[in-house]
């Protein structure tokens, strides 16, 4: 224990959700014989949720600064028909395309955030209305048809990383992306140990850091063998790869920019933000419109998979999002949660559901499954929480954001000076 306590950071338990993925990954590839980690399991899976996890970057940056949205499936579902109309009836390019969507994104999100922001109205409210203004307004644009579109924009949502240099038997740029995944984490732990001992920190043994990198590398390796090993024609998906870049951007953005520490202030203490400089309507208003910009994102991807855009789009989009955001250790109250963590929730409903759907389960008894799991998963860290424990699943990866603890009303003068000092 004392060992695995050096290796995970001093507590294993920010940990849970990490170790319930890895379990229900060996669960499911013990039970479908096999079937669960082959590559083309692997690829359909990120395929099937890269709009989901999308969202759920998005989404999970609005409920840390306290508000929820109900509507990003109406909007993804309207940005998507809007741009599928928009190729086939003005002969726009696919990239004008892609610019046009993420640009009624914002607008939409402008609106939304303006009502939630400025005129005070709840987020719960306000998009609750949008989920039906802009579930009307698709199938009133659309006219309840399916729509098409052109095969480069089809690249957006079922792309993969093309052939390129010699035949080797695997995608060349896929292993090239797992190696510098890899070169960059052996890197980033390097560094991060030199300053520790530099500022004459305490560090663990080097036999922790090596086994570290032992573990995170070899997953990284694998996962880059099954995507470099699909059928011909298939390698690590363009959506994929789209998620990761976002992943890396709004991981820094949440962890290591000022914007991204007054969204946590706005969510664990709005007053005591609000004393210590912070503009917390404008915080408000950017996270709103992050999440619409997002959600056009993610209906483009799905209509860029479907090859088409449908009057049923994004029907129970902001539910899954939700849930991967809860799952992944956010707050209902605001002031906890991390991008990670969310993809790692995301990607724990995603695995439960492609395992279900292995082994035969039903639709029904799939629904009923997934909902026991995120009620027993928030209930298991709100329990922890009310006892005085840390949460399991809020701690996870806490370097990338500050937790609820940091705001109390009882600290509101240190939180003062802190924001006084990033600002």
Known sequence: MNALKKLFGGNTRQFGMIFALVALIVFFQIFTEGRTLTPGNVINLFNGNSYILILAIGMVLVIIAGHIDLSVGSVAAFVGVTVALAIRDWGIPWYAGVLLGLALGALIGAWQGFWTAYVGIPAFIVTLAGMLLFRGFNQFVGKSNTIPVPNDFQYLGSGYLPEVGPSTGYNNLTLLLGLLAVAWVVFSEVRSRRRAIALGA??????????????????????????????????????????AVLVIIYGFISSKTIVGRHIYAVGGNRHAAELSGVQSKKVNFLVMMNMSILAGLAGMIFVGRSTASGPFDGVGWELDAIAAVFIGGAAVTGGVGTVIGSIVGGLVMAVLNNGLQLLGVGADL??????????????????????????????MMKNFGRTSTELQPDETTATKDVIRKEA
């Open 366 to 395: 799939t629904q009923i499954i997934k909902g026991l799991v995120l009620l027993i998963a928030v209930a298991f860290d709100v329990y922890n929480k009310t006892q005085g424990k840390k949460s399991i699943i809020g701690m």
């Open 202 to 243: 305490e560090v663990p043994e080097s036999w922790v850091m090596i086994l570290k990198l032992v573990l995170i590398c070899g997953a990284i390796l694998y996962a880059t063998y099954l995507f470099a090993t699909g059928r011909p024609g298939t390698s690590f998906p363009i959506p994929g790869l789209i998620l």
